[in-house]
């Protein structure tokens, strides 16, 4: 224990950095522990433009924190080096509309603000380590997104295409289900280069845009079958739970990220995910109100999970209808449902602590 007779810490030494990040350069500002500027600089996003950054700002002084600004996109590569050399890093949001308007906006006035946000502390949120098996889970999942989306609007144009071809073709194909559309579709017969009349390019279109779907479509399976092969080795615990599946599992790694010890209690992951009742309370009216913020892919798993054992699981049905019996409404239950699988996931992503 110290005495006041002790020699207290020297901070003249220490200094607060910020990064303001962008895709083909990083600008950096280095503060002193009360907020004085000390120097700004300009680095290439490389691993040249990473090591003369930080030996920057290590040569600086003693770094006590490092605010950077996009720690999941442009600054993700940043964010790992300075990890991987025992440096603090936070998550720093972009200056608001309000503050720009009174300071103005350049790269070494965000950057500055970034690196007294990390000293005064309003930066805390600790980044994504974006070097694991999440974040593998996490480029599939992305492109698997990418490709249903791509393969959605493929067939909404299709269908349009159909609506509006000429009557001999509307009448072959209207009554079609999907999968026969699909095929027949792509086995229409390839147009000229040049294109006669209308029916041939008309025809040609639909092969087109067929061929797509089906290739689309093999595309998203093969993506589903790695990230589940990915998250059933990952966290198999996960998958076992009633109502998840490989889709919602990886999101829920996704939005924890490969250090999940950086949520520190499941109401933080709660609110993490947007399912964390906020007080709307005055006066005599004791109420709250939903959670808009969080991620809501995440949200969206949860709703999954919820919704998937509504109508299948023996538990989540009568609890349904106890709460029915109460007066709640079923959106209300719904709410809750999330809130509590939340509450239990949060339990199956912490880190088991090594014996």
């Known amino acids: 224990m110290s005495s006041m007779t002790d020699n207290p810490p020297d901070v003249s030494t220490t200094v607060f950095v910020g990064v303001d990040t962008h895709k083909s350069t990083h600008h950096a500002a280095i503060v002193d522990y009360l907020g004085r500027e000390v120097g700004d600089r300009e680095f290439p996003t490389t691993a040249a433009g990473h090591a003369d950054l930080i030996a920057w700002i290590t040569a600086a002084g003693t770094v006590e924190r490092i605010g950077v600004e996009g720690t999941g996109s442009y600054g993700s590569t940043l964010s790992t080096a300075l990890r991987a050399q025992d440096l603090e890093v936070v998550d720093v949001d972009r200056p608001d509309r309000r503050s720009r308007r009174f300071q103005g906006k350049s790269d070494p006035l965000d950057a500055r603000s970034a690196a007294r946000a990390a000293l005064t502390g309003n930066a805390t949120t600790i980044p ?65 280069r040049r294109p006669v009349d209308l029916d041939s390019a008309v025809g040609a279109a639909l092969r087109s845009v067929a061929l797509r779907i089906q290739d689309l479509t093999a595309e998203e399976r093969i993506l589903a079958i790695q990230i589940e092969a990915l998250v059933a080795a990952h966290a198999p615990h996960l998958l076992a739970r009633f109502g998840v599946g490989a889709s919602t599992a990886a999101q829920l790694l996704i939005t924890v990220g490969d250090n999940p010890e950086r949520v520190t209690s499941e109401g933080s992951f709660a609110r993490l995910c947007g399912v964390a009742p906020i007080p709307a309370s005055s006066g005599k009216t004791q109420r709250h109100r939903l959670d808009r913020g969080g991620d809501r892919q995440a949200n969206r798993a949860l709703y999954t999970i919820a919704i998937t054992r509504l109508r299948s699981d023996e538990r989540t049905q009568q609890y349904r209808d106890r709460r029915l019996a109460e007066g709640k409404t079923p959106r209300e239950i719904t709410r809750c449902l999330k809130r509590a699988i939340a509450r239990e996931i949060f339990g199956l992503l912490k880190p088991t602590p090594s014996p």
Do not use: W, Y
Request: net charge positive; glycine share 2%.
């Open 128 to 192: 994504k380590s974006h070097d694991g098996t999440v974040e593998a889970i996490r480029f599939l999942h992305n492109a698997r997104h990418s490709a249903v989306k791509a393969r959605a609007e493929a067939i909404t144009q299709l269908k349009s295409m159909i609506v509006n071809a000429p009557d001999p073709i509307r009448t072959d194909l209207r009554q079609l289900t999907d999968t026969k559309l699909f095929a027949a579709c792509a086995s229409l017969p390839p147009a000229a």
